[in-house]
């Protein structure tokens, strides 16, 4: 199978690579803005540089979708923050490039990665006993953070297209709660912490100020690309939900990281976060903290009928590995994934200014 991914080199493509760099023998084409260097798993797909933010992206991709059996859309944009044009560029035109020309060369399958941000708030307040909702919930998301309304735009041009080419492209759509691996440590450190604090503080968190009714659903890296393969081997269509359990709470993460809880309104958190975000003081946005509590939970019974998938790490194994590599920087030989360092991160702010306005190249 000739298969063609979008951000390959992220954190996702990178655990897709090791998939199937252990099943059969693929053609497999990465596409990015900065190829990686051909270390393990990279080298197993051959690399095209190209940005779906670009003006031509669609006419672009054409040549490098011409002949796929399958093309799976990783591609996706969190940073600069600030910049929201650049981030609807990437996400909702990056997303419409790629389905264009799919849809022009004859590619049969696209695989997109969606997100449980794409859901409208849960049924219920949040907690571990909330009702978990089906691949039939709405999808209108929530509107204070880019993520959200992008992932929401995402879906609506999808839509769009399988209503207007009914014998087109067939697409799937994968809507996982939050991926979390270790080799993705350092560059989720980089989307959530201030650049001047060294990742090793997480090893000695002495309390953990959360509101008390946070609920979110979680998945390993391994488990979505687990999932993505079997996706591309059945050619099946639909919405898909991806997250192991158990829920992740409040109180979960306090006890993987040894740490109390101390119970911190919601409302606290995000008024620290906005102002932390507006001065550039740190570089979460604070509809992260809306979307953490507005996340529903996610049935995962479809992909299970229908894939045979089954998480293989529960969500307390994956945070843990995840919350240690932080607290080592723990990193992949790719540009998303790079090694992160307080000296690095200090010298791209003064060279470049704050990650969350930087701007792309």
Not at 229 to 252: C, M, S, Y
Request: a negative charge; charged letters at 20%.
């Amino acid at each position: 199978m000739r298969i063609v991914i979008t951000g390959a080199s992220g954190n996702v493509g990178t655990a897709l690579l090791d998939r199937l760099a252990d099943g059969d023998d693929h053609e497999v084409v990465g596409v990015c803005r900065r190829p990686p260097a051909p270390a393990a798993p990279y080298d197993v797909a051959s690399w095209v540089a190209l940005d779906l933010a670009g003006p031509d992206a669609s006419l672009a991709l054409r040549p490098v979708l011409r002949g796929a059996d399958a093309v799976v859309h990783l591609a996706w944009g969190f940073q600069p923050s600030h910049d929201t044009d650049y981030l609807d560029r990437t996400g909702v035109e990056g997303t419409r490039a790629v389905l264009n020309a799919a849809e022009a060369e004859g590619v049969p399958h696209l695989v997109h990665m969606s997100s449980a941000g794409a859901y409208s708030p849960g049924p219920d307040d949040p907690g571990p006993d909330a009702t978990r909702v089906t691949e039939a919930w709405p999808t209108d998301g929530i509107d204070s953070l880019a993520y959200s309304t992008e992932k929401v735009a995402a879906e609506r041009l999808l839509d769009d297209h399988e209503r207007s080419h009914p014998d087109g492209v067939a697409v799937a759509r994968l809507r996982p709660g939050l991926i979390v691996q270790r080799r993705a440590a350092s560059a989720l450190l980089r989307y959530g912490l201030p650049a001047y604090l060294p990742a090793a503080l997480l090893g000695y968190v002495p309390l953990l100020p959360l509101d008390r009714g946070l609920s979110i659903p979680l998945v390993h890296a391994s488990d979505v690309a687990d999932a993505i393969v079997r996706v591309l081997e059945r050619r099946a269509t639909g919405a898909f939900n991806l997250a192991a359990d158990p829920p992740v709470t409040r109180d979960l993460i306090a006890d993987v990281l040894g740490a109390p809880a101390v119970h911190v309104p919601r409302g606290v958190l995000r008024a620290a976060t906005a102002l932390g975000w507006r001065t550039h003081l740190q570089p979460l946005a604070p509809g992260w903290i809306d979307l953490a509590f507005a996340v529903p939970l996610l049935d995962t019974g479809r992909a299970r009928r229908e894939l045979g998938w089954d998480p293989a790490i529960d969500s307390r194994t994956a945070l843990a590995e995840v919350l240690a590599g932080m607290a080592e920087a723990a990193w992949a030989p790719s540009p998303p994934l790079r090694r992160r360092s307080v000296h690095r991160e200090l010298a791209s702010l003064v060279r470049h200014g704050p990650v969350t306005e930087r701007s792309r190249p």
